[in-house]
């Protein structure tokens, strides 16, 4: 298989039901955002995290490519019949929970911080930021996507923040208040 098909040469790209869009539509941006933040979390990873959060965070990037499929696939053709391309309330409260975890190791948060720290704290500052931009892509998707999606995002940008922080704290990197 080759890996370019000079099918979107013309600007154009196609969705899962072979629907073709313009690659500036919308739905592409939102999926675009999606594939970028899931670059960004590879760039962490490849920045020395220490294993438990490295797992976790493979685990986000195989829940983003979920989402993308997802995105990428408004008539749900696909997310039926592909259970690896499902993110549920599960999902959620995985996050959820992760996020109550790391948090017990942090100091309590009083002020806005600056992004910082380690590569790797600052990279996932930086996965948080684009996470962010894609959520803000998503619910001005219309039609609108499943709401779980939009919690998954909402969530995941969170949890982001906390690993960025906990990544930082482990390895001695002061937080700088603003």
């Known amino acids: ?73 408004p008539a749900d053709k696909i997310a039926a019949r592909v259970m690896k391309a499902a993110l549920t309330d599960a999902d959620v409260d995985r996050l959820e929970r992760l996020i109550d975890r790391l948090e017990q190791e942090l100091p309590p948060l009083r002020r806005f911080i600056l992004a910082g720290g380690t590569p790797a704290g600052a990279t996932l500052h930086v996965a948080r930021a684009v996470c962010r931009r894609a959520e803000r892509r998503i619910v001005s998707l219309h039609p609108p996507v499943a709401l779980v999606l939009v919690r998954y995002v909402n969530r995941l940008s969170d949890l982001l923040f906390v690993m960025g922080r906990v990544v930082n704290h482990r390895s001695g990197a002061p937080e700088i208040d603003w």
């Not at 690659?23 to 490849?46: F, H, I, Q, S, T």
């Open 1 to 73: 298989m080759k890996i370019y098909t000079r099918t979107g040469d013309g600007g154009e790209t196609s969705l899962f039901d072979g629907t073709r869009v313009r690659k500036n539509d919308p739905r592409v941006d939102a999926y675009g955002d999606v594939d970028e933040l899931n670059a960004w979390l590879g760039l962490a990873r490849a920045s020395s995290l220490d294993p438990a959060i490295d797992s976790d965070v493979m685990h986000i990037q195989r829940d983003l490519f979920a989402l993308g499929a997802q995105l990428a696939d």
